[in-house]
C-alpha cells in the first residue's frame, strides 16, 4: 500500500535526495553504475506491518541472471535478493540513509533523506497536526471544518472480518470533504445526508484526512497499537 505527499501535505510524498552520481535515472527508479542492481527514484510512504504509515524504498537486482544479493541499510543487512525474488522493500530510518545493494564484488549505493520536519515528528509521513485544538474527548481541526473522537473504540470491520480499533470523524458543518486513512479515499462526507464516517485504524500510526477540495485538509494521526481489539 503506498501513498504520496506534496510539500503542503495534500498528498504524502517527496522526491528523495540522490547524492551518488554513478547512478542514473530511469522511470521511476534509478540504476546503480554496475547496472545489475536499482532503487527506487523517490521515497514514497506505505503502511509499515508494525508501526504505521512510515517512509519506504524498493531496491534489489536489475534484469537479474544468475547473481543473488544482498540489500542493506545504513550498513545492516535488511534482505537478501536472488532472481527469483530481486525486490526488497526497505523501511527508511529519520534523516540521511544509505542503501546499497551487492552484488558479488559490486557494492551500488543510493542515497534517501528523510529528515523530520518539525519537532517530535515520527517521521516524515506523519503531517504536523500541532494547529488542532482539543474538547474533552474530540479533536478539532485548524479548519473547524471536521472533528474526529480521540480515544479509539473497538467493532467488527466486515472488511478485514476482525475487530479493529477505529475512531469516528464528524463533518463540522455543510462541507464536501474527501475522507482518506493513510491515503487510501474512503468515502465523503457533506454534513447532512453523510455527516460521520467510523474510520478503523491499522497497526501503529494512521493518518486520516478529510480534504475541502482545494481549500483546505484536515489531518488527524491516530495509534491503532497492534491493528487489533478485544470487543467488549
Known amino acids: 500500500m503506498m501513498c504520496t505527499r506534496d510539500l503542503a501535505w495534500g498528498l504524502l510524498a517527496v522526491s528523495a535526495s540522490l547524492a551518488f552520481t554513478s547512478a542514473s535515472a530511469a522511470t521511476g527508479i534509478q540504476i546503480g553504475a554496475s547496472g545489475k542492481t536499482y532503487a527506487s527514484a523517490a521515497w514514497q510512504c506505505g503502511l509499515h506491518p508494525v508501526d ?8 534489489g537486482l536489475y534484469n537479474p541472471k544468475r547473481a543473488s544479493g544482498t540489500v542493506s541499510l545504513n550498513g545492516s543487512a ?23 545493494v551487492a552484488t558479488g564484488k559490486v557494492v551500488d549505493s543510493y542515497s534517501f533523506d528523510v529528515s523530520v520536519t518539525y519537532p517530535g515528528q515520527p517521521n516524515i509521513c506523519i503531517p504536523d497536526t500541532g494547529a488542532n485544538t482539543y474538547s474533552g474527548d474530540l479533536e478539532y481541526a485548524a479548519s473547524l471544518k471536521s472533528y474526529a473522537v480521540v480515544t479509539p473504540g473497538c467493532a467488527f470491520n466486515a472488511l478485514t472480518g476482525r475487530a479493529q480499533p477505529f475512531v469516528n470523524l464528524f463533518d463540522n458543518g455543510r ?20 455527516a460521520h464516517v467510523p474510520v478503523f485504524l491499522s497497526a501503529g500510526l494512521n493518518v486520516i484526512s478529510a ?13 491503532g497499537g497492534t491493528g487489533t481489539c478485544a470487543l467488549p
Open 175 to 194: 462541507y464536501l470533504l474527501n475522507v482518506s486513512v493513510n491515503n487510501i479515499p474512503l468515502t465523503q462526507l457533506n454534513g447532512t445526508t453523510r
Open 211 to 223: 480534504a475541502n477540495g482545494s481549500l483546505s485538509t484536515d489531518y488527524y494521526v491516530r495509534d
Open 52 to 59: 504505521g504509515l512510515a517512509p519506504f524504498v524498493q531496491a
Open 78 to 100: 535488511v534482505a537478501t535478493v536472488s532472481p527469483r525474488s530481486p525486490d526488497a522493500t526497505v523501511w527508511l530510518s529519520n534523516g540521511l540513509d544509505t542503501v546499497t
